[in-house]
């Protein structure tokens, strides 16, 4: 069991940069694998980033790759989101989720943050 919350989002000027947070609680956070998705209105929700329980693998989508960095912390329980060179398209919702193994459908994610507002203006 885990709880997560996200922090970190705002307003921000194209070019800017953003650091999320997820901080979470709970037993063994270090046992989940962790992802980044993203949610604009009227859309789907995309994945972003995710890494493994050691974060030993890491995988991003192409949209972010270059620009986006996930990290992770086990001994202070938190994910990061380092987003640098921000786009008005990565406006959205961004949220943290926790799984057994890292994936990139939602539904593979068991927890799930309640997201945090990121707007990029141009």
């Known amino acids: 069991q885990v709880q997560l919350e996200e922090s970190g989002g705002g307003l921000v000027q194209a070019g800017g940069s953003l650091r999320l947070s997820c901080a979470a609680s709970?037993?063994?956070?270090?046992?989940?694998?962790m992802a980044w998705f993203r949610q604009a209105p009227g859309k789907e929700r995309d994945f972003v980033a995710a890494t493994s329980r050691s974060a030993m693998m890491i995988t991003y989508a192409d949209s972010v790759k270059g620009r986006f960095t996930i990290s992770r912390d086990n001994a202070k329980n938190t994910v990061y989101l380092q987003m640098n060179s921000l786009k008005p398209e990565d406006t959205a919702v961004y949220y943290c989720?926790?799984?057994?193994?890292?994936?990139?459908?939602?539904?593979?994610?068991?927890?799930w943050g309640q997201g945090t507002q990121v707007t990029v203006s141009s």
């Open positions: 989720a926790a799984a057994t193994i890292w994936g990139r459908q939602p539904s593979m994610y068991n927890y």
């Open positions: 709970g037993r063994a956070f270090s046992n989940y694998a």
